[in-house]
C-alpha cells in the first residue's frame, strides 16, 4: 500500500518538475557572442536591435503564443505576458514592422538556428546540437 502511494506521488509530481525546466537562449554556433544579458534579449525581441556586432542580420525566432515556453520567455525578459506583448505588435505592425518569425516546435526553433547564422531562439529543453551555442540560461525557479 505505501509503495502504490509513493508511486502515485511521483507519478503526480512527474509533469510538475517538466514544466520547471530551465530556459535556454540559443543562437547559431558562428555568431561572436558569448553572452547576452536580458536588457539585449528584450532589444533583439522588440527589433530595436537588429544587427550582431559583426554587422549580420539578427532574425528572433518565437514559438506559438500558446506554448509554455513562450509565456516564460514573455514573462523573464519582459515581465509581461504574450497577449500584451502582443499588443505592441499590434502597434508595430501599423508602423510597418513585423513581428519576429514564429517556429511551431522547440524542435523546429533547433533546427532554424542551426541552419541560419544570425539566428536566435528560445527553449526549454537543453540543445545538444554541436550547431548551437547557449547564450543565457534562465533556471526554474
Sequence with gaps: MKRLIVLGLTAALMPFSIARADLYIIANKDLP????????????????????ENGDDIMPINLPP???ARTRFT??????????????????????????????SEQ??????????GAIGYVET??????????????SK
Design 126 to 139: 537543453k540543445p545538444q546540437s554541436p550547431q548551437i551555442k547557449i547564450l543565457q540560461q534562465f533556471s
Design 66 to 68: 500558446q506554448a509554455d
Design 33 to 52: 557572442a558569448t553572452q547576452l544579458d536580458k536588457e539585449d534579449i528584450a532589444a533583439i525581441y522588440l527589433l530595436k536591435k537588429k544587427h550582431w
Design 75 to 104: 514573462a523573464e525578459i519582459f515581465d509581461s505576458t504574450p497577449d500584451k506583448l502582443g499588443s505592441y505588435w499590434d502597434k508595430m505592425l501599423f508602423k510597418g514592422e513585423t513581428p519576429p518569425v514564429t517556429q511551431n
Design 108 to 117: 523546429a526553433v533547433i533546427l532554424f538556428v542551426e541552419r541560419i547564422k
